[in-house]
């Protein structure tokens, strides 16, 4: 089975490149394999540019996995709330490079990075767990309202709005965005650009930036888990 991820160093900048042949689904394998690319990035001191393939980023949570192993639905919940966290955490710059249609935890995955850069035609932007019928958990809220106007929160979460570029960029769910052809391109020059910011004071000031932000993340996990284990009769 093919790796769900591809991981290239080029002077100091890491693409990690998600594509599972089809909507880059946050299965358990897909989400071990960017906990270890970030592990690789700490190693290699290099920025991180994390994108998908042709028109998709993401489109949210291995949804199979819910009709079938409570055991692997816990450790791919558990799995995607953890990884939020320590991306918001990451000491080394993050650039988000959304190449297509972002839904739910591909959302939560994107907001957490340090830049986000869309595509702008041809994209949706979707927290669309409460159109399913399902409730939003406390690690997507946190994150979620980390980063969007507080004025867009209450459209994108509870009534479940999707979002068309220009409308996501006007929530805050990018700083920008580009042309498709120039995502890339884009992506790297704002690579470039973090990488000469000195490394030891943005490590310290992201820390200090998110403290509030991932201690309510991180009591907001553990509620989560619990609440997870005790629906499933099951333990992390």
Same mark, same amino acid.
């Given at each position: !089975?093919?790796?769900? &991820? ?11 490149? !998600? ?9 358990? +394998? !897909? ?26 980023? %993401? ?8 009709? %079938? ?5 816990? *450790? ?5 709330? +953890? ?57 997507? &809220?946190?994150?979620?309202?980390? +980063? ?39 992506? +790297? ?26 201690? *309510?993340?991180?009591?907001? &996990? ?8 005790? *629906? ?5």
């Amino acid at each position: !089975m093919a790796d769900p &991820i591809r991981y290239e160093l080029q002077d100091g900048i890491a693409t990690v490149t !998600m594509d599972d042949g089809k909507a880059n689904v946050m299965s358990v +394998r !897909m989400l071990k394999a960017l906990d270890a690319a970030l592990d690789q990035t700490l190693a290699d001191k290099a920025v991180l540019v994390l994108t998908g393939r042709e028109r998709m980023f %993401s489109g949210g949570f291995d949804l199979s996995v819910f009709q %079938s192993d409570k055991q692997e639905l816990l *450790a791919m919940l558990t799995a995607g709330a +953890r990884l939020t966290e320590r991306v918001l955490a990451h000491p080394l710059p993050v650039v988000a490079a959304c190449s297509g249609h972002a839904v739910a935890m591909g959302v939560f995955l994107m907001l957490c990075a340090d830049v986000r850069i869309g595509i702008d035609e041809g994209a949706r932007t979707h927290i669309n767990e409460v159109q399913n019928g399902m409730v939003l958990p406390r690690f997507a &809220i946190e994150v979620s309202r980390h +980063r969007l106007a507080p004025e867009h929160l209450n459209r994108a979460l509870l009534l479940a709005t999707p979002h068309a570029p220009q409308q996501a960029l006007a929530a805050g769910f990018f700083d920008s965005l580009v042309a498709p052809a120039a995502l890339a391109d884009a992506a +790297r020059a704002e690579a470039v650009r973090l990488q000469k910011l000195h490394a030891g004071a943005f490590a310290a000031t992201k820390a200090l930036l998110h403290q509030r932000t991932l201690n *309510a993340l991180h009591a907001g &996990i553990a509620q989560d888990l619990a609440d997870w284990s005790k *629906a499933f009769g099951t333990t992390a």
